[in-house]
Nanobody, 117 residues
Framework: QVQLVESGGGLVQPGGSLRLSCADS????????MGWYRQAPGKQRELVAT???????NYLDSVKGRFTIFRDNAKNTVYLQMNSLKPEDTAVYYC???????????WGQGTQVTVSS
């Protein structure tokens, strides 16, 4: 079974940066579109950024220009570079294939990102 292990979260002040990493144990990582999702308290999980197997990226409007998704297929790892962080970016961040459905697909534990002064 595929395992997803997210890391890199933490507490950061507004305007700060974090880089999230996600290691995928699956054997077909390189051909999958991957994404970073987030879920804030009391809110639904949302898709923040996606990257295709060919490297085409797409972003949620609220993070465009601040977040960058990239992947290293040799390491089965997808990353999310987050700059100019805002308090509204506070959430648990998860990586997964795109699309992935809560309640149907496997999800990792996620990594907590807290933006606060």
């Amino acid at each position: 079974q595929v395992q997803l292990v997210e890391s890199g979260g933490g507490l950061v002040q507004p305007g700060g940066s974090l880089r999230l990493s996600c290691a995928d144990s699956g054997s077909i990582f390189s051909i999958k579109s991957m994404g970073w999702y987030r879920q804030a308290p009391g809110k639904q999980r949302e898709l923040v950024a996606t990257i295709t197997s060919g490297g085409i990226t797409n972003y949620l409007d609220s993070v465009k220009g601040r977040f960058t998704i990239f992947r290293d297929n040799a390491k089965n790892t997808v990353y999310l570079q987050m700059n100019s962080l805002k308090p509204e970016d506070t959430a648990v961040y998860y990586c997964n294939k795109v699309p992935a459905i809560l309640g149907r697909d496997y999800w990792g534990q996620g990594t907590q990102v807290t933006v606060s002064s």
